[in-house]
């Protein structure tokens, strides 16, 4: 087993509420900094950086998984994350067709860049991306799973687009792995505060919007960075395990 501390939660400058800095070698440089040796790009909606990313990261050691934070048609937040390119482009077909044809207001809502490794401008996103796809919960899970894909609720701990406060409670028929909480709790302090989500195994992530937001505080033992283990870790199956370092 290997230990591998991580933030599955990391936006770029694809999407328009990340800071300008969340470019693809400072953010692996930031993750080196911290000792985050394995992070999910997870952009609004868009997956677009991924690819970036990975090469950014190349014989860096740290490895990037390709994730997306998709929205539902509940106004819920959801991280969905993969192996492989082909995965990924696969899911973003999915959400391309579910995602409203609105175009983005740049000065209000920000920019939407997609860059190279080095972090060089390509071109701009123009459909807006901070917005809900018509996809329900449950659809974007069976999405997520037939694609080998692992599906996370996105800090439920939050007012803003977390599960808990959009439907209260955990859908039976989505069953998930994990939920991921904020930094502002413990798990001990979210469970007492969330007696529904007691069921569940917790994650933290930094939801990095700007490189002082990586956090890397949840460690996984794994056999190697894949989606399959961290499904063995967060259910504590097979040896792999998990654990929030604070």
């Not at 459909?127 to 996370?152: M, N, Y």
């Not at 687009?161 to 930094?183: C, K, Q, S």
């Not at 499904?231 to 504590?236: C, I, Q």
Request: hydrophobic fraction near 45%; proline fraction near 5%.
């Amino acid at each position: 087993m290997e230990t591998f501390r991580a933030d599955l939660h990391v936006h770029t400058v694809l999407s328009p509420c990340a800071e300008v800095e969340m470019l693809p070698p400072l953010i692996v440089q930031e993750a080196l900094q911290r000792r985050i040796r394995l992070i999910a790009i997870t952009d609004h909606n868009a997956s677009a950086n991924v690819a970036a990313v990975q090469e950014a990261a190349r014989d860096s050691g740290v490895i990037v998984l390709p994730g997306m934070e998709l929205q539902t048609r509940e106004e819920v937040h959801v991280l969905c994350l993969f192996d492989t390119p082909d995965q990924i482009s696969a899911f973003q077909e999915v959400v391309d067709s579910n995602l409203p044809d609105i175009e983005n207001n740049a000065e209000l809502f920000g920019m939407q860049i997609v860059v190279d490794a080095a972090g060089e401008p390509v071109r701009e996103e123009k459909r807006l991306l901070l917005t809900s796809t018509t996809l329900s919960l449950e659809q974007a899970f069976e999405k997520t799973c037939a694609l080998g894909g692992i599906f996370i609720p996105a800090h439920v701990d939050r007012k803003g687009f977390g599960l808990i406060e959009a439907l209260g409670f955990v859908p039976e028929d989505v069953r998930v792995e994990a939920l991921e909480i904020t930094r502002r709790l413990t798990p001990e302090k979210a469970y007492l505060a969330f007696p529904q989500i007691r069921p569940y195994s917790l994650i933290q992530d930094g939801d990095a919007h700007r490189l002082d937001d990586l956090l890397g505080s949840t460690v996984f033992s794994l056999e190697k960075p894949v989606v399959s283990e961290l499904r063995l870790a967060l259910t504590h199956q097979k040896e792999r395990t998990f654990f929030i370092d604070r």
